[in-house]
């Protein structure tokens, strides 16, 4: 079938089964119909098991839906039930759904143990990968199919459809990205200079996480960005974007108390993104304006793009001898976490699993939060690798 196909059986999926959910009477209807109507399956109940039994002790235990191709273990709630919750089971214990899989899980043979678990109450998809048991899940919601169905497709498929996906819009990102910057640095009065290009690849960055901000509701509203320079001409989008600029690194208490409606709607950025006043940003042209409000905006969703590989669409701003002379080159995100999971997040993620996640006592967990949290805030890594284009020091410490 067509993607378009794809997106209209999936939201067909989505308004049939929009407020409906009974776990024993519905769950493999539900699954049936999803690999059958979504994925193409034909004959889906040759594709999933349901209800293999489970000896934990001396009880039996029901694994609600199991696809053995693509090693996809199920566990199927109620439309009422929180999946992030605890629940308590009939031996009196308190496990949330994943938590409840893993108990499943650990009395399968080592052939049989998933490569993905999902706990699922009928409007939303909680994706767990194995490989990182400890990681924090994907969602998935319901209402939401038409568009993410994509992320799903791995239950059907072998390959890793969603990071494809992702990769596939992200190229797209980086394309667009690439346009408006062809568009923009012939319009500066030297546009060989190096200080020209620093500009150019900061004011590309600023763009990139407005349009992401406005869709993917950092800002507050969807195409808030959009609707603020579409009231300017395009001789005075130059000042329009650095009185903006301004306003994002601008606490809101410190702000003009009667600054106009337009401005004062947008959030206060902290993180520095904004703080650098001195880019160099030239009169712009109706091709720059039509290209970041049509093509950027109105044609393109930012919020699909992961922020895990934002740095490939970065990277592709910025020319190839900019990347030459500057030493940057994006890291994907799996090659990162070769490195940094074992370095120090197998056993970040370890301990907030054994001192949060376990835990029920409210208060404990607070309490355990907060000590986390304050933990976390005080960790440095050194990245011996990295180094600032303003010295020739390769070494850099991160927070």
């Given at each position: 079938?067509t993607?378009?196909?794809?997106?209209?059986?999936?939201?067909?999926?989505?308004e049939?089964?929009?407020?409906?959910?009974?776990?024993?009477?519905?769950?493999?209807?539900?699954?049936?119909?999803?690999?059958?109507?979504?994925?193409?399956?034909?004959?889906?109940?040759?594709?999933?098991e349901?209800?293999?039994?489970?000896?934990?002790?001396?009880?039996?235990?029901?694994?609600?839906?199991?696809?053995?191709?693509?090693?996809v273990?199920?566990?199927?709630k109620?439309?009422?039930?929180?999946?992030?919750?605890?629940?308590?089971?009939?031996?009196?214990?308190?496990?949330?759904?994943?938590?409840?899989?893993?108990?499943?899980?650990?009395?399968?043979?080592?052939?049989?143990?998933?490569?993905?678990?999902?706990?699922?109450?009928?409007?939303?998809?909680?994706?767990?990968?194995?490989?990182?048991?400890?990681g924090?899940?994907?969602?998935?919601?319901?209402?939401?199919?038409?568009?993410?169905?994509?992320?799903?497709?791995?239950?059907?498929?072998?390959?890793?459809?969603?990071?494809?996906?992702?990769?596939?819009?992200?190229?797209?990102?980086?394309?667009l990205?690439?346009r408006?910057?062809?568009?923009?640095?012939?319009?500066?009065?030297?546009?060989e200079?190096?200080?020209?290009?620093?500009s150019?690849n900061?004011?590309?960055?600023?763009?990139?996480?407005?349009?992401?901000?406005?869709?993917?509701?950092?800002f507050?509203?969807?195409?808030?960005?959009?609707?603020y320079?579409a009231?300017?001409d395009?001789?005075?989008?130059?000042?329009a974007?650095?009185?903006?600029?301004?306003?994002?690194?601008?606490?809101?208490?410190?702000?003009?108390?009667?600054?106009?409606?337009?401005l004062?709607?947008?959030?206060?950025?902290?993180?520095?993104?904004?703080?650098?006043?001195?880019?160099?940003?030239?009169?712009?042209?109706?091709?720059?304006?039509?290209?970041?409000?049509?093509?950027?905006?109105?044609?393109?969703?930012?919020?699909?793009?992961?922020?895990?590989i934002?740095?490939?669409?970065?990277?592709?701003?910025?020319?190839?001898?900019?990347?030459r002379?500057?030493?940057?080159?994006?890291?994907?995100?799996?090659?990162?976490?070769?490195?940094?999971?074992?370095?120090?997040?197998?056993?970040?993620?370890?301990?907030l699993?054994?001192?949060?996640l376990n835990?029920?006592?409210?208060?404990?967990?607070?309490?355990?939060?907060?000590?986390?949290q304050?933990?976390?805030?005080?960790?440095?890594?050194?990245?011996?690798?990295?180094?600032?284009?303003e010295?020739?020091?390769?070494?850099?410490?991160y927070?």
């Amino acid at each position: 079938m067509t993607e378009k196909e794809q997106m209209n059986l999936a939201k067909e999926f989505a308004e049939f089964w929009e407020n409906k959910g009974y776990e024993k009477g519905q769950s493999q209807t539900f699954w049936l119909q999803l690999l059958r109507q979504v994925y193409g399956i034909e004959k889906p109940e040759e594709f999933i098991e349901f209800e293999d039994q489970v000896h934990i002790d001396k009880s039996t235990g029901f694994i609600d839906g199991y696809i053995p191709s693509t090693k996809v273990l199920i566990e199927q709630k109620s439309i009422t039930v929180n999946l992030r919750k605890a629940i308590r089971q009939a031996d009196g214990s308190l496990l949330t759904p994943f938590q409840q899989a893993k108990k499943y899980i650990a009395e399968l043979p080592v052939s049989q143990h998933p490569r993905w678990v999902i706990t699922c109450n009928f409007k939303s998809f909680l994706v767990y990968d194995m490989d990182k048991p400890n990681g924090e899940p994907e969602e998935i919601l319901l209402k939401d199919l038409k568009k993410e169905y994509y992320r799903l497709q791995f239950i059907v498929d072998t390959e890793n459809t969603n990071l494809k996906k992702e990769m596939e819009i992200s190229i797209k990102a980086g394309e667009l990205v690439g346009r408006i910057y062809d568009e923009i640095l012939p319009l500066y009065r030297d546009p060989e200079n190096k200080d020209t290009l620093k500009s150019l690849n900061m004011l590309c960055v600023r763009l990139v996480f407005c349009l992401y901000a406005e869709d993917a509701g950092l800002f507050g509203r969807h195409q808030m960005f959009h609707d603020y320079l579409a009231k300017y001409d395009a001789e005075d989008l130059r000042e329009a974007l650095i009185k903006l600029f301004k306003v994002l690194d601008t606490k809101l208490e410190d702000r003009d108390p009667y600054m106009k409606q337009d401005l004062a709607q947008f959030p206060y950025v902290n993180g520095g993104l904004f703080a650098e006043e001195d880019i160099e940003i030239p009169m712009l042209t109706d091709k720059v304006k039509e290209l970041i409000l049509s093509k950027a905006s109105e044609d393109f969703d930012w919020a699909d793009i992961s922020p895990t590989i934002f740095g490939a669409v970065f990277e592709s701003t910025l020319n190839p001898e900019t990347r030459r002379s500057g030493g940057m080159h994006y890291t994907s995100i799996e090659n990162i976490h070769k490195v940094i999971d074992p370095l120090f997040l197998d056993e970040l993620e370890k301990e907030l699993e054994q001192k949060i996640l376990n835990i029920t006592t409210t208060t404990t967990i607070k309490k355990n939060v907060a000590e986390f949290q304050d933990k976390l805030s005080k960790l440095k890594f050194l990245d011996p690798a990295c180094r600032k284009s303003e010295t020739s020091s390769r070494k850099h410490i991160y927070h």
